[in-house]
C-alpha cells in the first residue's frame, strides 16, 4: 500500500487512518534515518524506550568516569522518562481541545530543561 502526505509548515505529516489502524499504533513513534529514509516506528506499551546508549555515549564524549557517570546517568535516564510521559500527557491534551501541537518547540523546552 502507498499513499502520499502533505508535509506542512511545522514539519508535521499526518498519517493515514488505514495506516494507523494497521499497524495498531500508539502515542509515540520512534524516529531514524536508516539508508538515506526517514523511519516512523510505532513504539507500544509493551516496548522498552530505552535510551541508554545514547546517554553513556554523550557522557563518554564528556569524559565522565566512575561515580561521576553513574550518577549523571541515573539523573539522565531519569528526566528522559519523565519527559516522555509529560510528552503523552501533552499529546492527550492536546487531542482532547484540538490544537495543533508545536513538536519541535516542545523538544526544544524539555532538552534545555536541565541546562
Not at 25 to 34: D, V
Not at 52 to 69: P, V, W
Not at 103 to 111: N, P, S, T, V
Given at each position: ?34 539508508d ?17 546508549q ?10 565522565l ?6 550518577r549523571?546517568?541515573a ?16 499529546a ?7 490544537s ?9 523546552e524539555?532538552?534545555n530543561?536541565?541546562?
Amino acid at each position: 500500500m502507498e499513499k502520499y502526505v502533505r508535509i506542512t509548515g511545522k514539519r508535521q505529516v499526518t498519517i493515514p487512518k488505514d495506516f494507523f489502524e494497521q499497524l495498531d499504533m500508539g502515542t509515540i513513534l520512534r524516529a531514524y534515518i536508516e539508508d538515506g529514509r526517514l523511519v516512523l516506528e510505532p513504539v507500544r506499551a509493551e516496548d522498552p524506550i530505552d535510551f541508554s546508549q545514547e546517554i553513556i555515549n554523550d557522557l563518554a564524549d564528556k569524559g565522565l568516569t566512575g561515580e561521576e557517570l553513574k550518577r549523571e546517568f541515573a539523573r539522565r535516564r531519569e528526566g528522559i522518562l519523565a519527559a516522555i510521559k509529560e510528552l503523552v500527557a501533552e499529546a492527550r491534551r492536546e487531542a482532547l481541545d484540538g490544537s495543533e501541537p508545536d513538536g519541535d518547540a516542545f523538544m526544544e523546552e524539555l532538552i534545555n530543561r536541565d541546562e
